[in-house]
């Protein structure tokens, strides 16, 4: 199952997540592999950065993911689901000499590709004097990757030289197959995939929900201008979590993750003219809450989806004539106190 296909993503009044869900997926592959003592951590460097997470490949661009253990040796990796052209393959070069400025103890330099694409690596072996002259040489805005880098080394060539040799030396690139696939086979064990009573559907379905706290995790410590880190703890609390609400006996995904990913934060022409917001709108009610009654019923219609395929049409209908009774209850209560009052004038 592809978990950028979902139908979460499709419904009206959900957001794509867009390139930035590629991102995620390699963060989550690498967050699958750790042991007691590491950690990962996923690092937004600017404001841009912070505002564009939902929606922009280019976001790993301003962004660190790095891999740290027990002894503090630190690994930064980078991940394209594009070509890396030679101008591609500088900015990752000026994203990892920033990060090298940040920790002298990276012992390698992870580039993430996407199975079909290609990487030129001209930016790492055309040699340090080159490299410096470009950047020297550039006359971008002050908030570009080159300016920053050109701050740092403008004065010492030789620093660059070292560092840039350094980085070079450590180099991996790593082509990614099928993330979706890898990431399966890597929960397999602490999501009971094999297990009799979890099947195809529920096993897919802890992988979707770990994906989506996971992300909602990123975006709310990108808008506090904070690193996420997860550390080995974590991740096993969140598998048990998922393991937990997930299941033939119960299906809860977390509400305020599904929201924080999913859930429109604008009014829409799209969600303006829907008929479930046409209806909130007549009682009046304020544009926050409209949107977080949509969110509810969105988040409910992920539940009824699921609930449908595994043939549990019962539990559905005892949840929508429960809420249809308590519907009519307050209407039943709104005339009363609409007779009451017209007696009383």
Known sequence: ???????????????????????????????TQIRQGQCVEFETLDDVAVRSLPDKDSVSDSCFKWSID????????????????????RQILYNWLLAYNQKTNINKYTLYIAQGYSINRTAFTAGPEKEYQKIIESNMESTALVTRVKQIYKDNPTKFAQDYQ???????????????????????????ATAPDIGK??????????FTRICARIM??????????????????LCEEICKNISPTQYTPDYESFRQVYAQSDLTEMIVSSREYRQLNYCQLPNSEILEHLSWEQYYQSIRQLLLSDAKREAIAN?????????????HELKTMDTILRFAD
């Open 70 to 89: 027990e002894n503090s040796v630190a690994e930064v990796f980078q991940v394209k689901q594009t070509n890396v052209t030679e101008r591609v393959g």
């Open 166 to 192: 350094t980085i070079c030396s450590k180099l991996t690139v790593e082509k990614v197959d099928d993330i979706d696939q890898l990431i399966k086979g890597q929960l397999a064990l602490p999501f009971h």
């Open 1 to 31: 199952m592809d978990m950028d296909n979902t139908e979460l993503v499709n419904s009206a009044g959900l957001s794509s997540l867009s390139g930035f869900s590629y991102q995620i997926k390699v963060f989550i592959f690498r967050l």
């Open 319 to 331: 949840t929508e004539r429960i809420a249809y009774q308590n519907h009519r209850d307050v209407v």
């Open 201 to 210: 559907t529920y096993f897919e379905k802890r992988v979707e929900e770990l």
């Open 220 to 237: 709310d410590c990108a808008g506090r201008r904070i690193p996420y880190v997860c550390i080995h703890a974590e991740y096993m609390q």
